[in-house]
């Protein structure tokens, strides 16, 4: 009960931070707000989306938004843990019938087409389901991280057109066909 109410402490410190009354739209030209990279990651660290949310809120108007990732985030967390659930159970119920099957006692039908080594072998198999669900489930959660904390790098990237590279076709000195690169920085 006590981390509940740590949590949900923490998370209103970090949303009422996010709330505060001053807007990207009212900077100053001689001021620059600093986008926290930091912050970007512990929110997302503490609940997944909330360090893309961040992020979104701080792109200026026109560049491309954060927010489609919090439903695919969800959606990854959602499947490998409803696959965790369910390979845990089923490598219980295994586990079970095998220990039935053991002692003499009383047996599921829904396993009785195999006998004792085809329920090891499905054991085994649940069981490593389960732990590819595990590393599947830590996999989504450290990507999402680490995607808010790379995107917040990018909050205030300069995207204008006084930055470019344009390859062309071009004769190097002895006649040899060649592409040439050019590099505008403004």
């Not at 740590?6 to 001021?31: E, G, K, P, V």
């Not at 491309?64 to 959602?78: C, D, E, M, N, Q």
């Not at 917040?152 to 062309?168: E, N, P, Q, Y």
């Not at 006649?175 to 920085?185: C, D, I, L, Q, R």
Request: proline share 3%; aromatic share 12%.
């Amino acid at each position: 009960m006590t981390r509940l109410i740590f949590l949900i402490l923490l998370l209103s410190q970090a949303f009422c931070s996010l709330s505060q009354s001053d807007s990207l739209d009212r900077i100053d030209d001689d001021t620059i707000q600093v986008h926290s990279v930091r912050k970007a990651i512990i929110y997302s660290a503490v609940l997944p989306g909330s360090g893309q949310i961040y992020n979104h809120l701080a792109m200026p108007k026109g560049q491309k938004k954060a927010f489609w990732k919090v439903p695919l985030i969800y959606a990854g967390l959602g499947a490998t843990t409803y696959f965790l659930i369910s390979n845990q159970l089923t490598q219980k119920a295994l586990k079970q019938e095998y220990t039935n099957r053991i002692n003499g006692n009383q047996t599921d039908p829904q396993w009785e087409a195999y006998d004792n080594d085809g329920v090891l072998t499905l054991y085994n198999q649940y069981l490593n389901n389960r732990d590819l669900s595990i590393l599947g489930l830590a996999a989504v959660y450290a990507l999402q991280v680490a995607d808010a904390g790379i995107e917040a790098h990018f909050v205030r990237f300069d995207i204008t057109k006084d930055l470019s590279m344009i390859f062309r076709p071009s004769v190097m000195y002895n006649g040899t066909p060649g592409v040439k690169a050019s590099f505008n920085f403004r």
